[in-house]
């Protein structure tokens, strides 16, 4: 009676449960839905800041919904984000504008020397379940000392990742600044599924690797947060 069920069990985080089935071991039903922590651990966890904020647009209807997730997904109207967005010539341009401390339950507030991790989620028409484009991790910050590192990050999906490949990435630094390093990876698939119809879990070695993603990047740390090596 401490979730709202009425259209399935929606996402959680592993923190708002005492326990977290992973391998479905034995029989085991995965996940850990039904192992909520009590009342004063979750609102603990709220008051801590271990929750994801969550904002949502639709195009079609121009609403926006805010929320946030932690014991389960909430989600309701706001004019504590604001949306807008259209397309030209078949792309689509979306800006989105919130204060830094709305004063919203699940609206977290941001600082001008905090750094923060976002993610963006794209859903087409009439799409349903798990199927909609999700981005890599980046990162945010403000009034980072990096003019012009950021211009030429970007990420390059060059090949198709299916359940069960096997893939190696790797990392280097490029560029080292006063508060930044530029970075640059590599993601090779090494192992695929046969498409062997009798046995859809078999695999094998490919006999060369094979590109799939490549990605630049910029990571920023604060000064006062700097290791103090070789000083």
Not at 30 to 38: C, S, Y
Not at 89 to 109: H, I, N, Q
Not at 191 to 220: F, M, N, Q, W, Y
Request: include cysteine.
């Amino acid at each position: 009676d401490r979730l709202d069920l009425t259209e399935g069990v929606t996402k959680y985080l592993s923190e708002s449960r005492t326990d977290i089935e992973i391998r479905g071991r034995r029989g085991a039903a995965r996940g850990g839905w039904d192992k909520l922590r009590d009342d004063a651990e979750i609102e603990e966890l709220m008051r801590s800041g271990v929750y994801l904020d969550l904002a949502r647009f639709n195009s079609g209807e121009e609403r926006t919904e805010s929320g946030y997730i932690l014991s389960e997904r909430h989600f309701s109207d706001t004019d504590a984000v604001v949306f807008s967005g259209g397309e030209e010539d078949g792309t689509w341009t979306v800006y989105m504008t919130r204060a830094l401390s709305p004063g919203t339950e699940g609206d977290k507030p941001l600082s001008t020397d905090g750094k923060y991790n976002i993610g963006i989620a794209l859903h087409d028409d009439y799409a349903a379940s798990r199927f909609h484009h999700v981005s890599w991790q980046y990162g945010l910050a403000f009034d980072a000392e990096i003019p012009g590192d950021f211009e030429d990050d970007m990420v390059e999906f060059k090949a198709p990742v299916h359940a069960g490949d096997y893939i190696e990435a790797a990392g280097k630094i490029i560029k080292t600044g006063k508060t930044s390093r530029r970075m640059e990876f590599t993601a090779t698939k090494v192992i695929s599924l046969s498409g062997d119809e009798k046995s859809p879990s078999a695999a094998e070695v490919l006999p060369e690797p094979v590109v799939v993603a490549r990605a630049t990047g910029t990571c920023v740390v604060p000064l006062e947060n700097q290791r103090d090596v070789g000083r």
